[in-house]
């Protein structure tokens, strides 16, 4: 008796649309140059998945025909399409702790101290998607000092995706978004929304100023700030770009002020001479610099 041969695997299903190489190629490029993004080939099938949808939202049948569009400059709400869709906005109110445990023991009450014999106190949030980073913050200030809001305390919270602002600057969370506050926070700092949801109250709300930035364009700022958070931001660049972001935010921290940035980031070794670790991920600047200023305005 013979034994029947296994059967196949099952093919994979076809694409719903063609997309080459050279498409591939045409959006990691415009993604780099318009957002800093770093596309590997291996996250080609990620980019067709996220970007198959906005083809049929859309109604474009190919993606030479959606790329096209985009290079013409023609509709730039899509690039920011383009930029959500392919990035992820995880964030939650107190996501790494450990910082907030720094900002409250070590940081901030310095910072309030002036603040109470009216000096100027500037934080950053850059890259705060929709909102819970700079709420946390303005949550810990006023922890620390409830009358914060009267001094001169400025918390900046900026995002390139407009829709993730408008979000924030509405301040209103479904109870699964509220991971991370305590029941002392919910019921100082928030309102219920029903049926299940919570709005951010006055308090914090009033600390906090939204703007729409792209952080690899120019900077409407000036500082200085005393803090700056980026945080699982510069993991999406490629490293000079990277090094522009850093070197950045250097120009605009003030001396002996704090970069807070994600777990998985670190700064180069380039610039660890002008600043000095004081946690994980965290740091000090410890001097200025002979850069000339790279950004007009001010906050």
């Known amino acids: 008796m013979t034994l ?10 076809a694409q719903e649309f063609s997309f080459e190489d050279g498409d591939f ?15 590997s080939e ?12 906005r083809l049929r939202s859309r109604g474009i049948a190919s993606f030479g025909a959606y790329i096209d569009m985009l290079e013409a400059g023609s509709d730039e709400a899509e690039k920011v399409q383009l930029l959500s869709a392919l990035t992820t906005n995880v964030t939650q109110f107190f996501r790494e ?9 070590e940081l901030l009450p ?17 890259g705060c998607s929709t909102g819970q980073e700079p709420y946390s913050l303005a949550m810990t200030l006023l922890d620390l000092e409830p009358k914060a809001a009267a001094f001169d305390i400025k918390i900046l919270a900026t995002d390139i995706d407009p829709a993730v602002m408008e979000r ?8 699964d978004e509220l991971t991370g506050l305590t029941p002392d926070h919910l019921r100082r700092w928030t309102r219920p929304v029903p049926p299940d949801a919570a709005e951010i109250g006055p308090g914090p709300r009033s ?4 703007n729409t930035l792209n952080l690899i364009g120019p900077w409407p700022v000036r500082g200085p700030f005393d803090i700056i958070l980026c945080r699982n931001v510069a993991i999406y660049f490629d490293k000079p770009t990277q090094a522009r972001l850093w070197s950045g935010f ?10 807070l940035i994600g777990h998985s980031e670190r700064l180069p070794d380039t610039m660890l001479g002008r600043f000095s670790t004081i946690g994980v991920t965290a740091y000090r600047h410890t001097g200025t610099t002979a850069k000339a200023p790279l950004r007009e305005g001010a906050l």
């Not at 291996?42 to 949808?53: D, G, H, I, Q």
């Not at 250097?250 to 970069?259: D, I, K, M, R, S």
């Open 42 to 53: 291996a996250k080609k099938p990620l980019v067709y998945s996220r970007l198959a949808r």
């Open 168 to 175: 924030a600057r509405a301040g209103q969370y479904r109870s």
């Open 110 to 126: 310095d910072l309030l101290e002036r603040a109470r014999q009216g000096g100027r106190v500037r934080l950053w949030s850059a």
């Open 25 to 39: 190629r045409r959006i990691a490029a415009l993604a780099l140059a318009e957002f800093g993004l770093s596309l």
């Open 4 to 13: 029947a041969p296994p059967p196949s695997p099952p093919s994979p299903p």
């Open 97 to 105: 702790a450990h910082h907030f445990d720094l900002l409250r023991q």
């Open 207 to 210: 600390l906090v100023t939204f």
């Open 250 to 259: 250097e120009a605009v921290l003030a001396t002996g002020g704090a970069l």
